[in-house]
């Protein structure tokens, strides 16, 4: 039975007979699928199979953050413009709800949709998926989960707010990632392999649209100091925790940010009740069973969500923050602002540590 599952054709799910030589994971029934289904393919096929379960593991979950910020849309946008070498993102001015429908209408194709979802959201792909990553990549022996920021080469092509609307982000940080980005990304540590593969799910505003990447490809194309703070898997998402508990605009975007998680981390659940299968074992199965797997996954996901969406009840929170920030403006800004500085500093006298060769702490200073 299973074998006849696995002789399926990954293209067009006719029987199969030939196996993708590289991989040895996805069948074809002729050199023509083969061909055809290349593009699709070749970010998950690997030869080795660790690496090729971490690029599965990474591409589904960049898939499910999309789901996630598609969802969790909280900005209107009136005009989308694109230069090539920038998408310029008109927002609306105020914020009128806590939830707005993703505005579907004005994005012309998938790179579009995907640097809009992305724009911003670096902090919350490593934090808001860092226990869906870990769930993910159980049972790899010696991976070690790095969390790095620092800055960006000028990327060829990347959003930018219009000047029309205003943002959530201060005109004076708008300014300096125009000028140069500032990035969180995710590093995986394969210890017997000594290889390192870069998780990078919210790269799109940047132009970066793989999820995973070789770390020292990534250096070379994209990086300019990707090395500001090197801390523990995990940390980002304790920080963002962390501001949940404060008051005004930024406690209240991260308490509604968690309540979303929430939901995601329910239909992921209720997914592995009905299907009997772990996220590891889904990365384990043959290409076709793991395409369409995923595919119910990202379904029960996004049903999730809507009824997050539906039913649960931001408004009063959302006014209570404004209010709050119209009495001390730029304080919760701060005190997010003044936990990161810390980590970046505490991970920058571990990295001196380490230098000197100590191993270094590994508590936050959270
Ligand atoms: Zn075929
Ligand atoms: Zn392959």
């Known amino acids: 039975m299973a074998s006849d599952i696995e002789k399926v054709c990954s293209s067009c799910q006719k029987p199969a007979a030939l196996k993708c030589g590289r991989c040895k994971f996805a069948w074809y029934c002729s050199a023509v699928c083969q061909r055809a289904h290349w593009k699709e393919h070749k970010s998950t096929c690997k030869e080795d199979s660790t690496e090729r379960t971490i690029y599965r593991a990474g591409d589904l979950l960049q898939q499910i953050f999309y789901v996630y910020c ?32 993703f505005p579907k209408h004005l994005v012309s194709d998938d790179e579009q949709k995907a640097m809009m979802l992305s724009n911003f959201k670096c902090n919350d792909a490593v934090a808001y998926f860092y226990d ?80 995973c990447w070789d770390l020292e490809q990534y250096r070379t ?70 395409i369409k797997g995923k595919a119910e996954l990202l379904d029960s996901i996004g049903m999730s969500l809507d009824q997050f969406v539906a039913n649960v009840d931001f408004k009063k929170d959302m006014a209570a923050a404004i209010r709050y920030e119209k009495k001390h403006p730029g304080t919760s800004q701060r005190i997010s602002d003044e936990r990161f500085l810390s980590i970046a500093q505490h991970a920058h006298i571990e990295l001196q540590f380490k230098k000197m060769g100590f191993s270094g702490a590994k508590h936050m200073l959270i």
């Open 132 to 211: 869906l990553l870990v769930d993910l990549l159980q049972g790899i022996d010696g991976l070690e989960i790095e969390e790095w920021n620092g800055t960006l080469q000028l990327p060829k092509r990347r959003t930018q707010a219009g000047a029309d609307g205003s943002s959530i982000q201060s005109e004076a940080s708008i300014r300096k990632m125009r000028e140069q980005p500032w990035h969180w990304i995710t590093v995986l540590k394969i210890t017997k392999s000594s290889k390192s593969i870069v998780l990078d799910i919210s790269g799109a505003q940047f132009g970066i649209f793989k999820p």
């Open 221 to 290: 194309k994209y990086a300019d100091a990707m090395n500001d703070a090197q801390v523990p898997g995990g940390t980002v998402k304790q920080n963002a925790k962390a501001d949940a508990l404060i008051q005004g605009w930024n406690g209240y975007v991260q308490r509604k940010g968690w309540a979303a998680v929430d939901a995601v981390q329910n239909a992921v659940q209720d997914w592995k009740l009905k299907t009997g299968l772990s996220l590891r074992a889904l990365l384990h199965r043959p290409e076709r069973d793991f």
């Open 70 to 101: 598609e969802k969790n849309f909280d900005r209107r946008i009136t005009k989308l413009e694109d230069l090539g070498d920038r998408l310029i993102i008109h927002y609306a001015p105020g914020i009128s709800a806590p939830f707005v429908p």
